[in-house]
């Protein structure tokens, strides 16, 4: 099947007709169709397809305990509203790839590996790369347990609920010890190649990142009759907190984003007693990172103090600096380089992927397709058809390469 009919069968699944964007979280019927897609691919293609013990799916070509598999794949979940690349691009792409190589003759020599990493983006759970996390022993299964969705529905009951056995979750190492290397091709989140005027590039770093939850709780009263000097409303110190984590942003060199609030009892006519927020922060290096979530925790305690309101600040996820494996982004260099004549430009990145999650266990790199307008995480997310089948094209080389003679 043709990159281009694999993606046209997958871009209906999961799409909100409201906003063009996709809902495709993890363990919801979306996510399932995704999942069925993903089997269908591998045994049409007479591929060995396997759920592993954390629910990421796998399809083989020759024996995986054969040791030394070269992997490719990504994710097909979605974060609220996401476009249609984030992930997909990375999955579709790998099984155009198998198919360009089998087309080619190419003589495997290694077992290849294609996989769908579940629960990339931590829409509905909160933690992004659940399934790496769990592989590699990052997330434990009491952290997992733990994680519920906004409706309170654990992990756990939603896997069961979608008819995955919850009590197999935990780290696998003899797994990733069979691994000899995984690329992960990502469509670009930002436009470093159109300015650069490249189809492609290769990753050479992933941003430290991380996720803080600031409960601001004050007291629920009357919107019409409290007067102004009698209220202990979270909301203004949340207002002000934003707008601090802006300026530490700006200051540091890094990025800072409230994207997500939750308001109780989220009346118009009442003055709220909870407003949490999630801050999203990111830095090219530890420090400029420490310092602007320092500098928004303090100030935040400054403001929730003069309004007579509580503050509690949780980390709920950190991810730290990821340095993609030398050799191996030599190698994908070398083997882009050789025999066309494309630049391979190689480029950092502020967002998280499942190839940094298991970066410090396994080889890992990624190859990055150009994004013409930057956007992502949104439905107005693109890359050009053209530049989609260089990378195909190109995550064929790179396997190539790898894993044949
Ligand atoms: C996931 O894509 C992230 O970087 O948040
Ligand atoms: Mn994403
Ligand atoms: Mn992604
Ligand atoms: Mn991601």
Redesign the pocket.
């Known amino acids: 099947m043709s990159f281009h009919s694999m993606w046209a069968e997958l871009l209906p699944v999961g799409r909100s007709s409201a906003s063009g964007g996709y809902r495709r979280h993890a363990w919801t019927g979306a996510d399932a169709d995704c999942r069925t897609w993903f089997q269908e691919q591998a045994e049409a293609r007479g591929l060995t397809y396997e759920t592993d013990r954390n629910g990421n799916q796998w399809a083989w070509l020759g024996d995986p305990a054969a040791g030394n598999a070269v992997v490719t794949g990504s994710h097909l979940d979605s974060?609220p509203d996401g476009g249609a690349f984030?992930g997909p691009l990375g999955v579709v792409s790998a099984f155009a790839a198998l198919d360009e190589l089998r087309g080619r003759g190419a003589r495997f020599t290694k077992p290849l590996g294609i996989v769908n990493f579940g629960d990339?983006?931590?829409a509905r759970f909160g933690l992004?790369c659940v399934g790496s996390r769990l592989t590699s022993g990052a997330l434990t299964v009491e952290q997992a347990h733990r994680l519920t969705d906004g409706d309170g529905v654990t992990l756990p009951q939603a896997m069961e609920s979608a008819g995955y056995d919850p009590g197999t979750l935990g780290p696998d190492p003899e797994r990733l010890a069979r691994i000899g290397a995984f690329v992960e091709l990502h469509v670009e989140?930002g436009r470093a190649l159109d300015l650069s005027g490249d189809r492609i590039g290769i990753a050479s770093a992933i941003w430290p990142?991380g996720r803080w939850r600031f409960d601001f709780r004050g007291e629920a009263n009357h919107a019409g009759t409290t007067r102004l000097a009698d209220r202990h409303d979270p909301m203004l110190p949340y207002a002000e907190t934003v707008l601090a984590a802006r300026r530490e942003a700006e200051l540091a060199g890094a990025v800072a984003t409230f994207g997500k609030i939750g308001v109780e009892p989220n009346g118009v006519n009442a003055i709220p007693s909870l407003v949490r927020g999630w801050l999203?922060s990111r830095a090219a290096d530890q420090a400029s990172l420490d310092t602007v979530v320092t500098g928004v925790e303090k100030a935040a305690r400054g403001y929730a103090a003069a309004h007579g309101v509580d503050l509690d600040v949780v980390r709920e996820s950190f991810t730290p600096v990821v340095e993609f494996d030398h050799a191996l982004r030599d190698e994908l260099g070398r083997i882009l380089g050789k025999e066309t004549e494309l630049r391979v430009p190689v480029l950092g990145t502020?967002?998280?992927?499942d190839a940094g999650i298991l970066s410090d266990r396994i080889p890992t790199a990624m190859l990055f397709v150009r994004n013409p307008t930057g956007v992502s995480?949104s439905p107005a997310e693109y890359a050009a058809e053209d530049d989609c089948v260089a990378g195909v094209n190109a995550l064929a080389d790179v396997l190539e390469g790898l894993a044949c003679t």
């Open positions: 974060v984030d990339e983006e931590g992004a989140q990142h999203d502020g967002a998280g992927h995480h």
